[in-house]
DNA sequence: GTCTATAGCCGGATAGAC
DNA sequence: GTCTATCCGGCTATAGAC
């Protein structure tokens, strides 16, 4: 260790991610610069050019990564029973999946501005599919007679607001264990959709 | 008008602060420059230092502002009857208030870490006051039993995330008349909470 | 109150040596 | 794969003329 030169692909590519990730969540994409997260890497910033073409694919793939992560996550944890249920899984398959990625959930919430308008698009594509998944449980459910909602697009895009608001305030070894808040809000949504 | 030259301080002053929220709502606080601004307005960017000692008071005035109004008029909205009358009050007030200032209320959630450390810890303590309003009001309708909350805490920061997060979706002229939304959101939230 | 001009620094990205 | 060196431009903020 502690060596100033040499060839470290295997190493040094993910700590490029995982720097610029934190960095990112911590200041804001525009206001971290290469520089900042070669020194944090341990490299000079030219370096950083082997593992990305630019500034923006490094944000995008970080963007990108993680909804594709969510939506393939969402799909293994395979929504079963009636839409009761489906809720209920979906509720706490989100906040399992979002708690443990503050930086992630802070950096694809905040950073959606800095896109460039193709890499904008295909994000929101991917949120889109995931609001979606939660919208169709919701349109079971009115169908089903178990919920009422006024509004099944409102409603969705209100709780997903209200889930991953989560995200942005808890602190792990807080007050309450993430076992207790997930039935606190798994209660607040039940209670707020069901007829 | 058109002319280049000359003291408009009284048309200036504010258009500079119209100018530097639209801009940083838009595109965030670092990416937007001094000269972008400048530009926006129709002076030069040395001319802006005569309305701001820097760039990081133009933010927290902007912020600052916004949270101070909004303490105001919740004073004003003068919250009366009981638990859920008074959350019923909240509620609309805080979409009324918060769906035509979309520029602000973005600003104010997207900013905060570009605040220095004292201005953070001033806009924060204003959020807090804010907050608090509406625990307290939890608190109460659990002790007249008309709520049943599992944690007053959570539960305000739940819904105020969820009444946020509609600033950050609903646009005017859209599907919905703000009438309508406002009714869709006051469901949700007093079936959440109410026993 | 606004202008022009500029100081002094930092930004993204690239070239070529090793 | 990483380094050093550099191009070229943009940044905040200030100085002094008008």
Known sequence: MARKQGSHSDITGPKVQDTALRLIAQHGYAAVSMRQIAAE??????????????????????????????????????????????????????IRFHLPRSDQVFVSYMELRNLDPENFAAIEAMRRRYEDALESILRDGEVEGIFHVPDTRVTTMALIAMLTGLSHWYREGGRLAMNTIETIYWDLVRKAVTA
């Open 41 to 94: 890497v341990g490299v000079q910033a030219g370096a950083l050019y082997n593992y990305t073409s630019d500034k923006q694919s490094l944000l995008f793939d970080l963007m990108q990564r993680h909804m594709q992560d969510l939506l393939d996550a969402l799909h293994k944890a395979d929504l079963q029973g009636d839409a009761l249920a489906r809720l209920e899984t979906f509720t706490r398959f989100h």
